[in-house]
C-alpha cells in the first residue's frame, strides 16, 4: 500500500512570536482515508491546517506530496496541486449568488467572458451529485441558512477537484439532516481516493466518520492510531492529558424538587413575524431551561427578541411577576438580564480590544471612581475573571483576536458575569469549543445555577442539553412544540419533537 | 467553590504582570522628529521660538476640529462637513452679537446650533442608516448654504469680547491654548471614561456593543454632535483671529482634519485610533506646510508631498498591524 501515500508531514515545527506551536510533527495521509485530527482548542490543528494549505510556512520539516518535497508559498500553490481547505469561518460572499461563489476564481470561461451556462450547469451538477437539497445555482447566498453556506462552502472546495480535502468543524453549524448529507459526501469522496483531514470538537462524529486519528496536545504529537484501536474516552484522555471523568461525574441530574419553585422569567405568546411564533414558558430561580431544536427553529431569534436587540410583535415577558418593556439590551441590562450570543465573532467579540475591554466593557459603571474608569480597579476585574474561568493569556492586555476560541467565549462569558445577572441566556455556548473547556463551561454554568441565576440554555449538541438542562423546551419551525422532563429525557425524544415527527429518522442518523 | 459575585479577593500573582505597552504613535512621533530636524537643517529659523509658536498657531483649528473626527473616525463613522461647520460657527456668532446678543451668548448660541447640526447627521446616520459618508457630504452643502443665508455672503465684523478667544496671552495665541486644552480633556474622554471606552466599542463591532448593553444610537449622536460643536468652536476662533467672519472661512478643512486623523494612526474601519496620535498628525502637516515655505520650495511640491505623507502612514500602520 506503499504507493497509497498522498502527504507526509515530516519534522514539521512553527513557532509565533514567544510560542512554540507546533513541534516535530509527522503524519500520513493516505489516499480514501478520512483522517481526523483532534485536540483542544490551542493545540495547533489550526496551525498544521494551515501550514498544509499554504498559508503559513513552517520554519522546519518538509512535506512531501506524493513523493516529492514540496513547500507551498500560498493557498493559491497549494490548490494548484490538489489542496483545498473548507474553513470553519464563512468566506461566502454575501451579495453574489451561489455558483458565483462556488466558482469564483476558476470561472469556466468562453473566450474572456465568464461561460453563465456552463457555470450554472456546473453548479447544478454538483450540487445534485452531492445531494445537497433546496439550493439552487442563482440563489444569492445572503438568503441561505447558516447551514445552508456552510454546505455550499463544502462543495466550493470540492469544485477544485481536491486530492486533499481539509475540513475544519464542519459540521458546527449543520443540522442532523445536513450532517448526514456531509457523512455521506465524505463517504463518497473516499470511495473516488480523496484523502481527507477532518478537524471537529464533536467526538461521536469524529469516531463515526474516521479511519485514522492523530492527536495533537500542545503542539506535540501524542499519537496517530487506527481508530478500530482507540475509543472516545481514551482520544479525551489523550487531547487534554488529564481525566475528565471527575469534572464530567460531578454533572449529576439535580433532583426537581432542588430547584426554587420562584418564577423569575415567564414568557407569554411572544411572537415575532417569520421567526417564532406564541412562545410561552416560565423559568424558575436558579433552573437551567434547555431550548433544543434544529437550527433555524427561531431559538436564537426568541432569545434576542427577549433580550431585546430585536423587536417583538406581540406577547408579554414579565420578571418576577411584573410586566415589563424590554427595547434595547440596555433595557435587558437593567433587569439583570444577560445574553452571551451565538456568534461569538460576529456578535460578542471586539477582536482589536484586548482580553480585559472584552471583559470589562459591559461594566464600566461599576468600575470608576468619579468620572473617570480606575486603572486599578478594572485591572483587577479583568484579572479576577481571567484567573477564576481559567482564560488561558499572557496578560489582560493581549489582543483577544490572538486567543483560542474557547478563552475568547470565557471572556464574552466573563463580560457577563461581571454583570451579575439574575437571568442568564447562553445561546450555543460551547460552539467550537474543545473538550477541555467545554467540561470548564458546564461547570461554570452549573456552579451558576446553583448559585441562584435563572439559566436559558440554547444547543444543538443533544449530549449537552440532556446532561446540563432541568427541563428542555424544544422547538420547531419557529413554536413550541414539547416540553421535556428529566424522567423522559433521550436523543430520540428530543429529536422527535424538534423534527414534528413522530419516528425519526434524524435521531437514527444522529446514532448511526 | 467558584463564586464570581465577591469583588475583593486578592489577584493571583501568576496573572499580575500586565505585560509592556506598545506606544503605537512611536512612528509617526519619529517622523515628525526627522521632519523637524531636515528643515531646521537647511533653514534655521525652523527651530525658533517665533516659528513653532507660528507652526502651533497655523494647527490650532485643525487640532481642535481632529478631536472631533477622531472620535467619530473610531466609531467607524466619517465627518466631511466640518468646513462648513466652521463657516458656519463664525458667520453665526457673528450674526448674533451684531444683531445685539450678548456676545458670549452669542458664542454659546452658536455652539449649540453646531451642536444641533451635528447631532442632525447623527440622526441620519442612526435612524435613516444613511452612510456616513454620504450623509456628511450632504451635510457639507446644507451648512454651507445655512452660513450663506445668515451672512448674505458678505463678511461679517467680529470685534467683540469673544475674539480674544482668537488673540494672544503675551506671546502664546489663545487658539494654541485652547487646543491643548481640548487635546487633554479629548484624551482624557476617550481613554478613561465610560464614553470613551463605549466608542473603541461601537467601532469595533458595533453588533456586539448592542449587546453588550450600549446604547450605540447615543454614542453615534454624541460624537457628531461633539464634532459639530468643536468646528463651530473652531469657526469663532477663527473670526475671532481675523475680526471677521467670511462664509468662505474653513473652505477645505475636512481633508486636513481626516488627514491628521488618519496619519495620526486612526482606523477608517473603526475601532482604533488615539488623540495623541492625532495631535501628532496635525503637527506632521503644520510642519510640512511651515518647513516648504521656509525652504521655499513650491506650494504644489507640499500638496504632494501630504499625499505622499498619508499613504506612508496608512502603509505604516497596515504593516504594524500584519506584525500583530
Redesign the interface.
Known sequence: MENSELLRVEHISKSFPGVKVLNDININFRKGEVHAILGENGAGKSTLMNILFGYYRAEEGDLIWEGKKVSLHSPLEAQHIGISMIHQENSLIPYLSVMDNIYLGHYPKNGAFIDKRKLRENTADLLSELEVPDIGPDTPVEKLSVAQKQLVEIVKALSLKPKLLMMDEPTAALTAKETHTLMNIIGKLCREGTAIVYVSHRMEEVFEVADKITVLRDGIMIKTVDKVNIDIDEAVRLMVGRDLENQMSSMKKRAPESISSEVVLEVRGLSRKKKFEDISFVARKGEILGFGGLVGAGRSELMESIFGFDKTDSGEVLIKGRPVQIKSPWDAARYKLALVPEERKVKGLFPDLSVGDNINIASYKKLKKGKLIDKKLETEAAQRYVEKLNIKTTNIKKRIGDLSGGNQQKAVLSRWLQTEPEILILDEPTHGIDVGAKAEIYGIIRDLADQGITILLISSELPELLMLSDRIIVMSMGRVSGIVEPQDYSEENIMMYATGQKKSNLSECLKK | ?????T?T?A??SS?????K?TFNELGILIVLAALCVFIGLFNPVFFTATNAINVLRQISVMGIIAVGEAFVIITSGIDLSVGSFISLGGVSCAALIVAGVNPWLGLVLALALGAGLGFASGLCVVKLKLNPFITTLAMLNIVKGISYLISGGLPIDFDNPVAVLGGTVGPIPVPVILMFIIIVVGH?VLT???FG??I??VG??E?????????VDRIKFAVYAIIGVLAAFAGIITAGNLNSADTAAGSGMELDVIAASVIGGCSLSG??GSIVGVLIGAGILGVIRNGFVLLMVSNYWQMITIGLVIIAACAFDMFRRSK?
Not at chain 2, 467553590?1 to 459575585?5: A, L, S
Open positions: 467553590m467558584w463564586n464570581f459575585t469583588g479577593e489577584v493571583p496573572i499580575k504582570k500586565t505585560g505597552k482624557i478613561k471614561t465610560e471606552r463605549n473603541f466599542a469595533g463591532n453588533k456586539a456593543a448592542k449587546l453588550s448593553g450600549i446604547r475601532g482604533q500583530q
